[in-house]
C-alpha cells in the first residue's frame, strides 16, 4: 500500500508568494494532520481533519495559512503570502482513528525555503 | 497539559551495542499511549513502537523495546545491537485515550549517532 504522498518534496519560493502544499493520506485514513518542523520549535501541529472536515486548526500561525480537504484523499496547506520565518520542512500525516493504539503515519515532508 | 521531556542532547554508540534513549512524560489522564518515531537525515518520520498505558507487558518490535516504568512516568526506548542505519532523531510522543483533542505531543527529540 502507498504512503501518505506530500508535493512537492522542495519548494524554494520568494518571500511574498503563495505556497501551496499537496497531500494524499493513506486511503481508509478519517484523520488528516499538517504539521511543521523546526530547529526552534520542533514539530507543531497546525491542523488536523476528521472525514474532511477541520477540527482543531488552533495550530495554524496566522491567516496567511490556511488548510482544506475537499475530499477524502486530498488536501492543501497554503500560505500567502509567504514570509522567511515560514521557512521548515512540513509534513502531513493520516491515521484511521485518534483513538488507542492508532499510529499516525507521516508523508517525507515538504521542505519550504523562502527566500 | 500533556509534556513530553526528552533531555538527552545528543547520544552515541558503538555497533552492535545497545542503546536507551530516555523519555519521560506529564499527564493527569488515567489511560494514554505513547510512541516512538525515527527520523533519519533525510527527514521522513517513522513510527517504530507503541506503548498503551494499560498495557501489562513492555512493548517489542524488532530489536527495539520500551521500557516503561508508569509509576515513574518514563518510556524509555531500547535499541538493541545497534546499526549504522539507527543513528537519526528519535522522538517520544503522547496521547490521551480519550477526549475530543487525542493530538499528539511530541517531544523535542534525541540525536544518536552509531560508531563503526
Known amino acids: 500500500d502507498a504512503g501518505v504522498i506530500q508535493s512537492p518534496r522542495h519548494e524554494v519560493t520568494e518571500m511574498g508568494q503563495e505556497v501551496t502544499l499537496r497531500c494524499k493520506p493513506i486511503?481508509?485514513?478519517?484523520?488528516l494532520f499538517w504539521y511543521r518542523q523546526t530547529m526552534m520549535r520542533g514539530l507543531e501541529l497546525l491542523i488536523y481533519?476528521?472525514?474532511?472536515?477541520?477540527?482543531?486548526d488552533s495550530g495554524m500561525p496566522e491567516d496567511r495559512f490556511s488548510a482544506k480537504m475537499p475530499n477524502a484523499s486530498f488536501s492543501t496547506l497554503k500560505i500567502q503570502p509567504s514570509e522567511p520565518r515560514d521557512s521548515a520542512v512540513y509534513f502531513c500525516?493520516?491515521?484511521?482513528?485518534?483513538?488507542?493504539?492508532?499510529?499516525?503515519?507521516f508523508g517525507p515532508g515538504t521542505r519550504l525555503t523562502v527566500l | 497539559a500533556q509534556k513530553i521531556t526528552q533531555t538527552q542532547p545528543g547520544m552515541f554508540v558503538q555497533e552492535k551495542e545497545a542503546v536507551t534513549l530516555d523519555c519521560t512524560y506529564d499527564?493527569?489522564?488515567?489511560?494514554?499511549?505513547l510512541f516512538w518515531y525515527k527520523q533519519p537525515s533525510s527527514g521522513e518520520m517513522i513510527f517504530l513502537i507503541y506503548?498503551?498505558?494499560?498495557?501489562?507487558q513492555n512493548a517489542t518490535e524488532g530489536r527495539y523495546s520500551l521500557n516503561f516504568q508508569k509509576a515513574r512516568k518514563s518510556a524509555n526506548l531500547v535499541i538493541s545491537a545497534s546499526q549504522l542505519g539507527d543513528s537519526a532523531m528519535y522522538f517520544c510522543?503522547?496521547?490521551?485515550?480519550?477526549?475530543?483533542?487525542?493530538?499528539?505531543?511530541f517531544g523535542k527529540g534525541i540525536t544518536l549517532s552509531v560508531r563503526p
Open positions: 500525516a493520516s491515521s484511521p482513528g485518534l483513538a488507542g493504539a492508532n499510529t499516525q503515519y
Open positions: 481533519f476528521n472525514n474532511n472536515v477541520p477540527i482543531d
Open positions: 499527564t493527569s489522564d488515567p489511560s494514554y499511549g
Open positions: 510522543a503522547m496521547r490521551r485515550f480519550e477526549g475530543a483533542n487525542s493530538k499528539l505531543t
Open positions: 486511503s481508509g485514513h478519517d484523520y
Open positions: 506503548q498503551g498505558s494499560y498495557d501489562q
